[in-house]
């Protein structure tokens, strides 16, 4: 079955729905995404959105805590860009509708966390992402131009590598769609586009440990790659530091709006730590904290540390943050009685498909936005709730480039051939697939966590490799499915994190390696970028 549309967009997380949205008023938009609609890293944010509002807040003072937690590797251009336009996109949510959290005189209530010198984070109590996106969702549902595809799952982007075959030597790569699994009955759909937005999210999936949901397993980092586009920092893995010790609870997420609310780091004694480790103690950009909790718990032989918030008043508590109290309580943890046991896990990509100022990718016809980028907004490593920002004002962006190119170009589609399985078979070996699966997270948890070595690289590279072939030959040979889909992906990703990490010798905020423990200006402030040259 064939599609045409005049953009597709792959994702439907906060980056992709905005996007569509704007786009809309330009064509007509098909939106794949392979869950339900509202499944995405989005749906679960708690802590906000950082932007400024406050009257003693300024542009300069959220440029620099961005700068300052990015280690020197953000792109100063980027990060006015988003926080420039940040207040605008979040006055637009609430247009929308999302319900934010206000004070008594109708401004937003604005929260702190960690970076931050300043309240900054708009939210809506502790479940700030699921608004935004269900307000999202429905804005999209009131538009005839947009036609959602759930269930359906992007498996490569349309180039010159299915057109004129591969190892061609087209100077210029261009990106005409993409092949979609549809879910349901198997059957791969030709999506053909003027121009396509990648919005596919992030790849926690990769580590063992994540706070990221079962979608973030880097499909839109992984196709990217294979059609040829620029890849950068993908050594960036952002470990939140606190997320739930329970063997059910599957990190689930304890928002640093806690501490930035007044909760402390102590360890089992009661101790805190943190003011040994930065000035801005529990309150310091996430990849100190996230690496004094490791030294912490290497240290003390614990499991975890806790975070204790039980000085402030019980309904405080509960009013400001509903979900976090009832989860926790779920798993018999009374937050306003007792310390939170919580260790690291692995949370955001600031790698990702490298973009311009104009969400233009280096494929020209692929636009994209949110996690699954590297705008140079984050450098080495996020500052707090400044992801949502990044995914709103890049959505917008993209939307206008994506605009302007299909009026531009592409009057004429090439002819686009019918998905080719043949040679391919129904497997029935499938817990191959789930093994590889596990054995990548492991990898990637045990040899490339918060601190790093040569030794454990070359270890998880060697084993990747291995993996990574298997994995292709197998994926040659079998039809389509979402599982298999997602394995080669992860495969990918799990490589492209290990190879940059390997090239970065130095450590610089989300990277430390304790045979380069120091940063290194000269050799090493510059993006860290892999790029297929044959495809
Ligand atoms: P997502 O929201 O992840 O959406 C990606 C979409 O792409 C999904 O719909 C997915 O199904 C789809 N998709 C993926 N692969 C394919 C494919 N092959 N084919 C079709 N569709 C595909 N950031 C903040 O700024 N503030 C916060 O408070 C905050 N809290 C967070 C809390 C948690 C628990 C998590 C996990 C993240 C949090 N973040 C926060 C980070 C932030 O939520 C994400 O970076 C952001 O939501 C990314 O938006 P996105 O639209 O780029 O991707
Ligand atoms: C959180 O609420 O702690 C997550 C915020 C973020 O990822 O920016």
Redesign the pocket.
């Known amino acids: 079955m064939r599609i045409e549309t005049d953009f597709l967009v792959i994702g439907s997380g906060m980056a992709g729905l905005s996007c569509a949205l704007k786009l809309a008023r330009r064509g007509k938009v098909a939106i794949v995404t392979k869950k339900e609609k509202a499944e995405s890293n989005t749906n679960y944010?708690?802590?906000?959105i950082?932007a400024v509002f406050d009257p003693t807040d300024s542009f300069s003072k959220h440029i620099q805590d961005t700068l300052e937690a990015g280690d020197g590797l953000c792109q100063r251009e980027a990060v006015e860009l988003i926080v420039r336009e940040g207040p605008k996109r979040v006055d637009e949510l609430a247009e929308i509708g999302v319900q934010f959290t206000r004070k008594n005189d109708g401004r937003y209530d604005l929260g702190r966390?960690?970076g931050h010198h300043i309240d900054r984070?708009v939210h809506v109590k502790?479940h700030?992402g699921r608004d935004v996106e269900n307000a999202l969702l429905e804005a999209v549902k009131n538009e005839s131009a947009i036609e959602v595809y759930e269930n359906h799952t992007a498996i490569d982007l349309i180039t010159e590598h299915q057109i004129l075959g591969p190892y061609n030597r087209a100077a210029q790569r261009h990106c005409w769609g993409a092949y979609v699994l549809d879910d349901r009955n198997s059957n791969v759909l030709r999506v053909q586009s003027r121009a396509t937005v990648l919005a596919s999210g992030g790849c926690g999936q990769v580590y063992l440990h994540t706070?990221n949901p079962a979608i973030a397993t880097g499909d839109g980092i992984a196709m990217a790659y294979r059609a040829g586009a620029r890849i950068a920092n993908m050594e960036f893995m952002?470990f939140?530091p606190?997320t739930l010790y329970h063997a059910e609870a599957d990190s689930f997420?304890?928002?640093?709006?806690?501490r930035g609310f007044g909760a402390r780091l102590v360890t089992r004694n009661g101790q805190t730590f943190m003011e040994h480790y930065h000035p801005m103690g529990s309150l310091a950009p996430?990849d100190i904290v996230a690496r004094a909790i490791d030294a912490e718990l290497k240290k003390s032989g614990d499991p975890c540390i806790y975070l204790d918030i039980t000085h402030k008043k019980s309904q405080e508590i509960k009013n400001r943050f509903p979900h976090i109290y009832e989860n926790c309580l779920y798993y018999k943890i009374d937050i306003t009685r007792e310390p939170i046991p919580v260790v690291p896990a692995a949370?955001?990509s600031c790698g990702g498909v490298q973009t311009d100022l104009h969400s233009a990718t280096s494929l020209s016809g692929l636009f994209a936005c949110g996690e699954v980028t590297c705008t140079g907004v984050h450098g080495a490593n996020?500052?707090?709730?400044?992801?949502?920002l990044e995914a709103v004002v890049f959505g917008h962006l993209a939307a206008e480039s994506a605009a302007d190119f299909a009026r531009r170009e592409a009057e004429h589609y090439p002819a686009i051939p019918p998905w080719d399985e043949s040679g391919t078979f129904n497997s029935e070996e499938w817990v191959l697939i789930s093994h590889d699966r596990m054995e990548i997270k492991n990898i990637m948890w045990d040899y490339v966590g918060i601190v790093r070595s040569n030794l454990r690289l070359e270890r998880a590279l060697s084993r990747l490799r291995l993996i990574g072939q298997e994995v292709e030959n197998f994926y040659r040979r079998t039809k389509v499915t979402n599982e298999l889909i997602e394995l080669r992906n992860l495969a990918t990703v799990a490589m492209l994190i290990v190879r940059s990490a390997l090239t970065r010798k130095e450590s610089r905020g989300l990277h430390y390696t304790t045979d380069y423990p120091r940063r290194d200006d000269e050799a090493y402030r510059r993006d860290t970028i892999i790029e297929k040259k044959e495809i």
């Open positions: 944010a708690q802590g906000g950082a966390e960690g984070i502790d700030t706070t952002q939140h606190t997420l304890i928002s640093e709006a806690v996430r949370h955001y996020r500052l707090a709730s400044n992801s949502l």
